[in-house]
């Protein structure tokens, strides 16, 4: 994919969960997909051109915040660009609403956007 300059390309995907030993029975035993490590609210698979990442569900916990929030079966993308500058320009210039500036995040730089049906999805800077 292209986006202007940019190399695109999908980094992860974050899947809601509403248990999470049962998901990772499932993706680790059924899918077959190698276990990076496990945690009871994240847990991650290596695979081939990204990282599968299964998040527990905000429904899930004794007292969920807001209850339209990532639902169990929810999914958020997150891609990948050389340089994540250039990229939130482009998107401020398409009026791409932007729901976290590019900053810094437990080693990652990275952005949050909504596509036009308000799906969120995340846009990290490859690092060399």
């Known amino acids: 994919m292209i986006a202007g300059d940019q190399q695109l390309r ?3 995907a974050i899947i809601f969960v509403s248990d999470m030993s049962r ?19 994240w847990t991650e698979f290596a695979g081939e051109g990204g990282t ?3 998040h527990i569900s905000d ?9 339209t929030a990532n639902p169990a ?4 993308p997150g891609l990948c660009v050389p340089n994540l500058d250039e990229f939130h320009q482009r998107m ?12 810094e995040t437990v080693g990652v730089r990275l952005a949050q956007y ?12 490859v690092r060399g």
């Open 10 to 12: 999908l980094n992860f």
């Open 23 to 41: 998901s990772v029975a499932f993706y680790r035993d059924v899918l077959g997909l190698p276990l990076k490590f496990e945690s009871p609210e």
């Open 52 to 54: 599968i990442a299964l």
């Open 59 to 67: 429904l899930s916990k004794p007292e969920p915040t807001d209850h």
């Open 73 to 76: 079966g929810s999914c958020i």
């Open 92 to 103: 401020i210039e398409h009026t791409v609403p932007c729901i976290q500036e590019p900053n």
């Open 114 to 125: 909504l596509d036009p049906d308000g799906l969120e999805f995340s846009v990290s800077e």
